[in-house]
């Protein structure tokens, strides 16, 4: 079993900045790509970053300039630093990664954790 924990989101003002993590667990090998999704409410969820294995990273169009992303493999962690927050920015953030485990020890299945509310209001 894959575990994603994600923590850091909550309500910040316009221009504020947040910083979420994802702590993964379990009986894991290896990750591959990591990734951040939003979902607002009454709409899709959407891809905000990603980082590879070798810490390539991409961005959404929308965040591109505010938002980091990174990772520490020696944890098993993945981290959104969020500045210039807009009101725009307000959804709940998912974490997914591409794990292969000790069960599945040579294929990479996607997990994701359970969201984490981000608000931008004043």
């Not at 316009?14 to 667990?25: N, W």
Request: positive net charge; proline residues 1%.
């Amino acid at each position: 079993q894959v575990q994603l924990v994600e923590s850091g989101g909550g309500l910040v003002q316009p221009g504020g900045s947040l910083r979420l993590s994802c702590a993964v667990s379990g009986s894991i090998i290896s990750i591959n790509g990591m990734r951040w999704y939003r979902q607002a409410l009454g709409k899709q969820r959407d891809l905000v970053a990603t980082i590879t294995s070798g810490a390539t990273t991409n961005y959404a169009d929308s965040v591109k300039g505010r938002f980091t992303i990174s990772r520490d493999n020696a944890k098993n962690t993945l981290y959104l630093q969020m500045n210039n927050l807009k009101y725009e920015d307000t959804a709940v953030y998912y974490c997914s990664v591409d794990a292969s485990t000790e069960r599945n020890r040579f294929h990479f299945f996607r997990y994701w954790g359970q969201g984490t509310q981000v608000t931008v209001s004043s």
